[in-house]
């Protein structure tokens, strides 16, 4: 069997997201025909079908499936690779912090404090995304170490826990609930969250769970929010606890973050069976860096000695 070539994977990880030849050519900027070619010559110099084509739908195989799966990360590898060397050999190195803006549980000053007292220390710069892209950025070269909150994709990276803290509903100040003390998620029913899930479940699963869908956010209400029906789409924190006021939607936000927006028109209310946030540091398995080493020992160092004041109750 010959080796792979990027190009033939890229080609493939295109037709096997869009499931569409004309919608992966497009995407590619390269005519159909060809694209059609290069796939069927793949599938020849593997031996194998990767995708089952019809006339009306293109669908993946058993053996295209672990393709896309690995040539996915081969393709982040190269990235990595590419952006790795080219930082190694700038004249002007820095650590690339990746952190979701205001979900670093109040640690950030403090960490980069200590960072700079360490001989190892390069000029940080923040990579700045929103929620659940910092795992990828790790992964693909654009970030170094990064702060984030778990659970997230943790393929091919380390990390170290650093604080939690509780995770507070925010409602609408003229809320029904919010003349109450302590909730549970049973009162949160038909109200929800700026992913589009009821907030009665929970903070969703997955790397998203304790905020919203990155370049996603709201679409939201339920049965608690105007006759308008949908909330229009959120960029920010600001945004998104702006839709709170108004009660198109509810929000689950760690104590940290609780403190950075208080707003007279939102009430801030424990949920006793809403599981606490866990902010954690991370780094890529391979990093050989004494920065990132850096880095993560002034994170752990200053989460050791920073206690989290107590839980806020905002009215």
């Not at 497009?26 to 059609?36: N, T």
């Not at 205001?102 to 007292?117: F, K, M, R, T, W």
């Not at 990390?159 to 925010?170: G, H, I, K, N, Q």
């Not at 403190?259 to 890529?284: E, K, M």
């Amino acid at each position: 069997m010959n080796d792979l070539e990027v190009r033939q994977l890229r080609y493939f990880v295109a037709v096997a997201e869009e499931l569409h030849f004309g919608r992966a050519a497009g995407r590619l900027g390269m005519a159909q025909p060809p694209l059609s070619r290069a796939i069927r010559d793949l599938e020849r110099q593997l031996g194998v079908t990767l995708l089952e084509r019809t006339t009306r739908q293109v669908r993946l195989t058993a053996a295209g499936q672990v393709l896309l799966r690995d040539a996915r990360t081969a393709l982040e590898a190269v990235t990595a690779a590419a952006r790795r060397t080219w930082e190694a050999g700038s004249p002007s190195r820095r650590l690339r912090v990746a952190l979701k803006a205001d979900v670093d549980g109040g640690l950030l000053p403090q960490i980069l404090d200590a960072y700079y007292a360490d001989d190892a220390a390069l000029p940080p710069e923040l990579v700045l995304g929103g929620f659940g892209e910092q795992p990828q950025a790790l992964r693909d070269g654009r970030a170094d170490v990064g702060l984030l909150l778990c659970p997230f994709d943790d393929r091919g990276l380390d990390s170290e826990p650093l604080r939690t803290e509780p995770v507070l509903v925010a409602l609408a100040a003229a809320d029904p609930l919010a003349a109450r003390t302590r909730l549970c998620l049973t009162d949160l029913a038909g109200r929800r969250l700026p992913g589009g899930s009821p907030a009665s479940h929970g903070r969703p699963a997955g790397p998203h769970r304790a905020g919203p869908a990155p370049d996603r956010q709201p679409d939201l209400p339920g049965e608690h929010t105007p006759a308008s029906g949908m909330a229009p789409p959120a960029s920010n924190l600001a945004e998104i606890f702006s839709l709170v006021e108004t009660g198109s939607v509810v929000f689950f936000a760690p104590a940290s973050v609780v403190r950075r927006y208080p707003r007279s028109g939102i009430a801030y209310r424990p949920v006793s069976d809403l599981p606490d946030a866990t902010l954690a540091v991370a780094w890529p398995q391979d990093a050989r860096s004494p920065a990132v080493a850096a880095f993560v020992r002034a994170a752990c160092t200053v989460a050791a000695t920073v206690h989290p004041r107590a839980e806020p109750m905002l009215i």
